[in-house]
Nanobody
Framework: QVQLVESGGGLVQAGTSLRLSCASSGRTFNSLSMGWFRRALGKEHEFVASITWNGGSTFYADSVKGRFTNSRDADKNTMYLQMNSLKPEDTAVYYC????????????????WGQGTQVTVSS
């Protein structure tokens, strides 16, 4: 079993930055590819970014490419999402997810999920 705990959400102004963290426990961190998804009020889950088990490859949604950076620290068993130039449309609950094997873009592929952290960007 894998436990994921997100942190770092909050209320910020447009144009500023925020860094989300996802701490993992319960299974060897380096065996898991991980991803970030978000869900805005009244909308479906949306893929944001993912990173392979070894950190060698990252994938981004077009809407965040160039603004968000997904990374991981094996020593801390933690994944990060650095979010720069935030926009009001980035407002959502952000979830981290993990899966054995390769990183994918599909929510259905991920077996383990965190509880989510709220990010609100004011204009």
């Amino acid at each position: 079993q894998v436990q994921l705990v997100e942190s770092g959400g909050g209320l910020v102004q447009a144009g500023t930055s925020l860094r989300l963290s996802c701490a993992s426990s319960g299974r060897t961190f380096n065996s898991l590819s991980m991803g970030w998804f978000r869900r805005a009020l009244g909308k479906e889950h949306e893929f944001v970014a993912s990173i392979t088990w070894n950190g060698g490859s990252t994938f981004y949604a077009d809407s965040v490419k160039g603004r968000f950076t997904n990374s991981r620290d094996a020593d801390k068993n933690t994944m990060y999402l650095q979010m720069n130039s935030l926009k009001p449309e980035d407002t959502a609950v952000y979830y981290c997810a993990a899966r054995p094997g390769w990183a994918t873009l599909s929510r259905d592929d991920y077996k383990y999920w965190g509880q989510g952290t709220q990010v609100t960007v004011s204009s």
